[in-house]
């Protein structure tokens, strides 16, 4: 039986393991068909943004693997507000990331059999 799983993610890409674990329990659920919705908030909206560079250190960009989740069926959302503050536009993130609110935040919630919270 599938079901379907909600990761709030506040931490920025490359600072703490919290995004390499979420990513890693998305790629992980979507291997036992589960749904899996991801909804980025506070710093959590620079995860998605196209600009970032892992070359230097030989690492995938975290963009690039979120592109990748997001291809395989992962909903990734980013808090508006978030992004607003934070002078982030929707033009600056992945493929297949969308901009949501407090009403697709409270729609996932419902949905969602499992949520699991990657906030500092």
């Known amino acids: 039986?599938?079901?379907k799983l909600l990761i709030f993610l506040s931490d920025s890409p490359f600072q703490h393991e919290s995004v390499d674990n979420?990513?890693?329990?998305?790629?992980?659920?979507?291997?036992?068909?589960?749904e899996v919705n991801i909804?980025?908030?506070m710093d959590g909206v620079y995860n998605p943004?196209?600009?970032?560079?892992?070359e230097p250190f030989q690492m995938t960009p975290v963009s690039e693997r979120l592109?990748?989740?997001?291809?395989?069926g992962v909903?990734?959302?980013?808090?508006?507000?978030?992004?607003?503050?934070?002078?982030v536009a929707l033009e600056d993130l992945a493929d297949g990331a969308d901009?949501?609110?407090?009403?697709?935040?409270s729609e996932m919630v419902e949905e969602s059999d499992v949520i699991l919270s990657l906030v500092n």
């Open 1 to 3: 039986m599938s079901g």
């Open 22 to 34: 979420a990513i890693e329990i998305s790629e992980a659920a979507l291997e036992k068909s589960h």
């Open 39 to 41: 909804f980025l908030m």
């Open 49 to 54: 943004v196209n600009s970032q560079s892992g």
């Open 67 to 72: 592109e990748s989740l997001v291809k395989r």
């Open 75 to 87: 909903r990734l959302s980013c808090c508006r507000v978030c992004m607003e503050l934070r002078g």
């Open 99 to 105: 901009m949501g609110g407090i009403f697709d935040l």
